[in-house]
């Protein structure tokens, strides 16, 4: 029988071929190209996979801890406030909040702006305190005097030794103490002079003196640290509350009472106990509280008109009864109030924010005012929600401003205070401490969540982030240059900076980075970073001194039965002065260098790697300077299962 010789087996060989850039995927379940982790790789050139451009330094900003952009970036670095490189006002150091009412960029926590018509830092809330007896209502004003009102030494109540005039301006004039010196000696502490400063009333100087040694119009204190003896003598029983200065009439000495001393005096008050004029402080349409003035204290009421000494309400605002006039006994407040708000930001030409679980709006266009209740479509808004839990968030989106809850959105709608409308919804919100994570490009919202990275662009947010498998991340700052998302996280004390491309569906990480603040100035991005350095991102071509890396899954080949690659050709891109280190681990063993490439002036550079037998590889790649990995070519036989 002839036996015929066995023809020889035909194993095929495979290739498989990968192009497309795929970003990073920490969880599990990953394919072909998506990559293991990567360092300052971006998705410019995609499909390609390329080194980022640069960052520019920018110079003079150091020791930044806070940045944004209106118009012009304005930065916080200790305690001034820097807009276009110039400082232009004092703040508290530390991290901020921004948002631009029309010409105001308010600055948050310190509530206060800064003036883009004048370039100046101004409060945003405003308070001043008269002292007693210095303010005067009326019907529908309240009149103050700047300047120190002399007004005469008053007893609480008459008593029947006393002898004073009840005539003058709405009170009794009487003014004079008589003090022994049987048994002690009493000094004065006589004055120079009261001077109105940029800080308020002041002392220029004085000095202690007997009381014999006083004269007609010496300038002498009356509080308790007057006199080295008390100062009140049989008259302890007068109204005074607080220091105040008296000027001396006459000083005799009694006959019934041998050695024993009598004083007259006027007493001066100080009313403005801040600086400033009314109209440096208030102006018409302020919603202003008014405490100390008894039956005429006041919540919210809305000067009309302002004078240097007095503020115009509506009439029969106060209490004034059948004299017209009311002279407060005690210190009379009057205050513009603004909330100590969480979380702010601007919508509609309004201040927005929350504070415990009552959202506010400003007046429109007038940040300073948050109870302006007149009833027309300009006044202030609050209203107080029902949902558990602190609030995580805010800004403006649309037509609507939204307030998140780590589990809740609360939406409000609408043009004016009369047609809002507050609507709530359990769905996926801003995870806490996540509140600079929120940035929007093309109406579309992107935030970070407890679980993750979401899109929402008015209904249920979509989940962006389930390539970030089991890691957690913490902390989140975000900015965009309106086409990419940057997304700088915490993941335990580490930092990370990553980008999402959102019209590839790609992540990727650049570097640690940790960064305060994003500001974005036209297509221009700015980072603060954890230094307080500014930089601009992508600011200049990548040069020889960028580091990077590129590692990619596990390439399995999905196919039973055991592998011997024939090669592994790599197309490169690496110009002159760069270079490439390549390395490979087979089946979970130790990686070990197989090829480094220097840059060369051709366009394209080969690279083969050889692999040999193996049921999974890894590889990973990385260099120095510009470079661009075109396709990736597997080659491979595939045998036996075992």
């Not at 640290?225 to 509350?241: E, H, K, R, T």
């Not at 899109?455 to 700052?477: E, I, K, M, Q, W």
């Not at 975000?478 to 915490?490: I, R």
Request: proline residues 4%; negative net charge; charged residues 25%.
């Amino acid at each position: 029988m002839l036996t015929l010789p066995r023809p020889a087996a035909n194993i095929p060989k495979n290739r498989a071929e990968t192009v497309a850039l795929r970003g990073i995927n920490f969880s599990e379940n990953f394919q072909p190209g998506d990559l293991a982790d990567c360092v300052n790789l971006s998705s410019r050139r995609w499909p390609y996979t390329a080194t980022r451009l640069e960052r520019a330094k920018q110079a003079g900003y150091q020791g930044v801890t806070a940045l944004t952009a209106h118009g012009k970036l304005a930065a916080v670095s200790g305690n001034k406030l820097f807009y276009d490189g110039k400082a232009v006002g004092a703040v508290t150091p530390g991290e901020k909040q921004f948002a631009a009412v029309n010409t105001k960029l308010v600055i948050w926590p310190d509530k206060v702006y800064l003036d883009l018509e004048d370039n100046k830092v101004k409060p945003l809330g405003a308070k001043l305190t008269f002292s007693p007896r210095s303010v005067t209502f009326t019907s529908g004003t309240l009149k103050t005097d700047v300047r120190p009102v002399m007004i005469e030494g008053r007893p609480t109540e008459k008593n029947e030794d006393d002898e004073y005039d009840e005539s003058g301006p709405g009170f009794d004039i009487f003014g004079g103490i008589d003090l022994s010196l049987n048994s002690r000696t009493f000094y004065f502490r006589r004055c120079e002079a009261i001077d109105r400063t940029a800080e308020g009333w002041v002392l220029t100087g004085e000095e202690t003196v007997k009381i014999n040694q006083l004269k007609k119009g010496d300038l002498v204190r009356l509080d308790s640290n007057s006199m080295l003896a008390s100062v009140w003598g049989n008259a302890s029983n007068w109204y005074f509350d607080e220091t105040c200065y008296a000027v001396i009439k006459e000083v005799g000495e009694t006959v019934s009472h041998s050695a024993t001393f009598y004083i007259t005096y006027d007493v001066i008050y100080c009313p403005l106990k801040n600086s400033g004029k009314l109209t440096e402080s208030f102006r018409a349409g302020d919603a202003v509280t008014i405490s100390g003035a008894g039956d005429n204290d006041k919540d919210s009421a809305v000067i009309r008109s302002v004078s240097e000494t007095e503020l115009t309400f509506s009439p029969n605002s106060f209490s004034v009864g059948e004299a017209g006039e009311v002279f407060p006994e005690g210190e009379v407040t009057i205050e513009r109030k603004v909330p100590d708000l969480q979380f702010i930001c601007e919508s509609q030409n309004r201040l927005w924010g929350c504070e415990g679980h009552t959202v506010y709006a400003s007046a429109l266009g007038d940040p300073t005012n948050f109870f302006v209740f007149d009833g027309v479509s300009t006044d202030s808004y609050a209203v107080a929600v029902g949902s558990d839990g602190a609030f995580t968030g805010c800004i403006g989106y649309s037509e609507g401003v939204l307030f998140w809850k780590e589990d809740c959105l609360h939406k409000v709608l609408g043009t004016y205070p009369a047609n809002y409308e507050l609507h709530t919804y359990s769905i996926p919100g801003v995870q806490a401490g996540s509140g600079k994570s929120m940035a929007i490009i093309n109406d579309v919202l992107y935030y970070k969540g407890e679980r993750g990275v979401y899109a929402y662009g008015g209904g249920t947010p979509s989940l962006l982030s389930a390539c970030f498998g089991s890691r957690r991340f913490t902390d989140a700052v975000a900015g965009s240059d309106g086409e990419k998302y940057y997304l700088s996280v915490k993941e335990g004390e580490q930092r990370l900076l990553l980008v999402y491309d959102r019209q590839r569906g790609l992540w990727l990480k650049e570097d640690e980075t940790a960064v305060r603040d994003f500001a974005r100035l036209g297509n221009q991005l700015y980072f603060a970073d954890g230094a307080g350095n500014v930089w601009l991102v992508d600011g200049k071509a990548a040069g020889r001194d960028l580091d990077w890396m590129v590692q990619f899954a596990p390439f399995y080949e999905t196919i039973q039965g055991r592998k011997s690659y024939s090669r592994l050709l790599l197309r490169l891109e690496l110009p002159t002065g760069s270079w490439l280190a390549a390395e490979l681990r087979l089946d979970g063993g130790p990686w070990r260098e197989c090829a480094k490439v220097v840059g060369q002036k051709t366009d394209v550079v080969p690279l083969q790697l050889p692999i040999g037998r193996c049921d999974k590889f890894e590889l990973r790649l990385r260099g120095k300077g510009e470079c661009a990995i075109l396709s990736l070519l597997r080659e491979f036989y595939v045998g036996s299962e075992k």
